[in-house]
């Protein structure tokens, strides 16, 4: 399935929408389908679920310790 939306790509989300005003052109540019980015630009706070699944996430992967920078920089990334 398609992967969950962090919290960075929930404010990149609005950032794109608020610059280019079209949701399906903010799809395109992040990968997801319209749907989905419509959805998000409706809410006006990133939803818990994925602040808790993205916390959970960073918390799993420094316990592993492998590949803890890429997956921060992959998220750093997302939010620039």
Same mark, same amino acid.
């Given at each position: 399935?398609?992967? %969950?939306?962090?919290?960075?790509?929930?404010?990149?989300?609005? @950032?794109?929408?608020?610059?280019?005003?079209?949701? $399906?052109e #903010?799809? %395109?540019?992040m990968?997801?389908?319209?749907?989905?980015?419509? @959805?998000?630009?409706?809410?006006?706070?990133?939803? $818990?679920? #994925?602040?808790?699944?993205?916390?959970?996430?960073?918390?799993?992967?420094? @316990?592993?310790?492998?590949?803890?920078?890429?997956?921060?920089?992959?998220?750093?990334?997302i939010?620039?």
């Amino acid at each position: 399935g398609a992967t %969950r939306v962090t919290p960075a790509e929930f404010a990149e989300m609005h @950032r794109l929408y608020n610059e280019l005003g079209n949701a $399906a052109e #903010v799809a %395109r540019k992040m990968g997801r389908s319209a749907s989905t980015v419509r @959805r998000y630009i409706k809410m006006q706070d990133c939803p $818990a679920l #994925v602040r808790h699944t993205t916390k959970e996430l960073l918390e799993r992967n420094n @316990r592993q310790g492998a590949g803890n920078s890429d997956f921060q920089l992959s998220l750093i990334h997302i939010s620039e």
